[in-house]
């Protein structure tokens, strides 16, 4: 375990259309969440399903990709790194967001369309 680093790798389906934006470097970012759910049973041997919500961000051509073939739905296969930032709101309260810097996506399943 000499070589441990920062790398996360989720399959799940996106909650809604990524928001992208265009830089005027022509650089492009999307952000968007995915769901995972993972299944087990409990102390009483009942089936319990579990959904986690995983927020994403993809730069450059990632960005582009995730912003022409998926839509609410997709399935998606993410690997990246895990990225922690802080801010502070209008109120002056520091917040704390943890997400996902996509570096790689994997499109799985058919392309998903909005009617």
């Known amino acids: 375990m000499s070589n441990m680093r920062n ?12 928001e992208t934006k265009h830089f005027d470097s022509g650089k492009a970012k ?7 759910k993972d299944v087990f049973k409990n102390a009483k041997g ?6 986690t919500w995983h927020n994403i961000v993809a730069w450059g051509k ?12 997709s399935e998606i296969a ?11 709101d209008k109120d002056g309260t520091k917040k704390y967001i943890t997400e996902v810097v ?3 996506v994997l499109l799985l399943g058919e392309k998903v369309t909005s009617a």
């Open 7 to 18: 790398k996360v790798q989720l399959i799940g389906r996106l909650g809604a259309k990524a």
């Open 30 to 36: 999307a952000t968007f969440s995915i769901a995972t």
């Open 46 to 51: 009942e089936k319990v399903e579990e959904t």
């Open 62 to 73: 990632t960005a582009e990709i995730v912003e022409k073939y998926t839509d609410k739905g």
């Open 78 to 88: 993410i690997e990246g790194k895990l990225s922690n930032r802080t801010y502070e």
């Open 102 to 104: 996509a570096e790689e």
